[in-house]
């Protein structure tokens, strides 16, 4: 009986100390700050999540991989002129003054819209020291971008090359044509030599109707590529006409490239107002390449342990962030930040949302924190790139340091998430304001995904 009793009492006594040992033990459901998290955020919302939720990375705009379906084609055509008369060049003169480099400050890039499946353009005038590729780019605007362009070399080396282009006449009666021998012209040729008309040869281009394309320059050298920057409008580039062939007057739009490595370097071009039909190209711009940009916003991970309604932990503006894909990695505009833990971006300490505002961590930027009893500012809006291999936005590293480590702030498909992508006119809660309060379709988007559509565009306040 006695070693019966010591026996229960063992039992008993080892039962007791697994109970205490195993408060001691890891348990994710109640140490781990993600699956706390999780297990808020399914209260917040008030269920399970949606099995076929992806939390607004489903529409994210991807690089393209394919290029414009019909290829286009420029062919060079000797036997076909046209005459550009000393008038005409006192007009170009005076927009496009000699030894001005025709960049802007701003990356804005005229382009064409084709409109036909035929338009002629010819290189007119360059000043330029360095063998530069000359060459057209274009695209589908219906399917791609202004980063998904396919390009032609026109002339891959404009030094060589440049005397194939035009010949100048020095005489009155126009009876003697002279080859340009040299690609460093200068306006001379016009203003002291006394050259009184040009003949240019043409580059014919075809391409689909719809497409949209553009001309660049590319330095050789330092490998840079730019745009079509400056532009004559139609009516002043008709100054003088330009007479083909047959003797028809013919305007077109004149416009400038200009090698940013060089200074003072010109390039100029003509697109002659002439194509199938009647239908010319159509100069569009000038306007910066509109990027695809998405806005995330994120939960630093910071819930209310014990406290079921503690709904304005859920205000998802601890960091909000635009980012759209670009050739060379991503590019992105930080727009608020209203967490105090360190956040960071693609995992670079430097990138931490804080330091780019420029405040210490306790401050809470562009959320109206100040107008709620809590420390913040009002900051502008920091554009940065960031150069890299990125498939998506969603592949843009964001996370938080609590607990002593970094913890990545993620968007799992059918699960709760830390992060969300919606549209750049979302306007982000101010601080302590609960998501669902301003978005009340926000819980049901989260559980019932496929019967809520672009909930951010209904808002209270």
Known sequence: MKKSIKILIGIMTFMTMMGSCKKDMYNPSTSDPVEIYKQKFKQYVGGEISSKQRWGFERNPVVAKTRAAEKATVVYNETYTNEFYDSYFQTVMAYFPEGQALNQPDYSSYEFHERATWSNVQLIYTNTSADDEIGLYYYDPTTETFNDTTRIVMIDGIQNKVSTYYEYTFWEDGSRWVKNDTAYLGYDYWTNRGAKRMKAHTFTITMNPNYYFGFYVKNRTTGKTYHTNKFLNENEAEAGGLVDEKGNITNGYVFGLSDDDQPGCEILLSMMKVGEGGMYPVPIGPEKPTLP??????????????????????????????????????????????????????????????????????????????????????????????????????????????????????????????????????????????????????????????????WWKHHTN
């Open 293 to 454: 940009y998405q806005r995330i916003i994120c939960e630093d991970l910071n819930v209310t342990v014990g406290n079921a309604n503690s709904d304005t932990d859920f205000d998802f503006n601890d960091i909000v962030i635009d980012i759209a894909l670009t050739d060379e990695g991503v590019s992105c505009i930080l727009q608020a930040a209203g967490a105090t833990l360190p956040i960071r971006i693609n995992g670079d300490n430097e990138l931490e949302v804080h330091k780019l505002f420029g405040v210490s961590n306790n401050i809470m930027v562009n959320t109206d924190a100040e107008k709620h009893g809590q420390s913040g500012a009002t900051k502008d809006p920091v554009a940065f790139d960031i150069k890299g291999n990125f498939s998506s936005i969603d592949k843009v590293k964001i996370e938080v340091f609590r607990n002593n480590m970094w913890i990545e702030l993620t968007a799992p498909p059918g699960d709760a998430a830390s992060k969300i992508a919606v549209g750049t006119d979302f306007e982000w809660p101010y601080e302590r304001q609960s998501l669902k309060e301003k978005y009340p379709d926000f819980p049901k988007y989260a559980t019932d995904y496929e019967n809520v559509d672009d």
